[in-house]
């Protein structure tokens, strides 16, 4: 379960990251609107090509994040809901150890 956690933090981070990135080549692009070179005007515009493709493919991205922590969510309600003993067990157990771990400090 830790290491889904790890993983979905990793892939936010990723998301928001790729946001920024996009955010700032577009206010590139705007500031080089004004250039009316050949070259430029050409890369300014596989760059809003690319730019574009890369917001739908985040949002894909952030779609299936949510998409997987639903379902972890729901397998987890449903594991304690038919192991309640077990669950009230482990999370004494780790609250238990983390407690000592905290307490030693």
Do not use: C, F
């Amino acid at each position: 379960m830790t290491e889904y956690t790890d993983t979905t933090a990793s892939k936010e981070r990723l998301a928001a990251d790729l946001r920024q990135l996009i955010t700032d080549a577009e206010a590139l692009v705007a500031e080089t609107a004004h250039n009316s070179e050949s070259r430029i005007i050409a890369l300014r515009e596989r760059v809003t090509e690319n730019l574009k493709a890369a917001r739908y493919k985040l949002a894909d991205v952030e779609d299936a994040i949510k998409v997987k922590t639903r379902e972890v969510a729901r397998a987890t309600d449903d594991y304690v809901h038919e192991h309640p003993w077990k669950a009230i067990g482990t999370a004494a157990g780790v609250g238990l150890i983390v407690g000592l771990l905290i307490g030693r400090r």
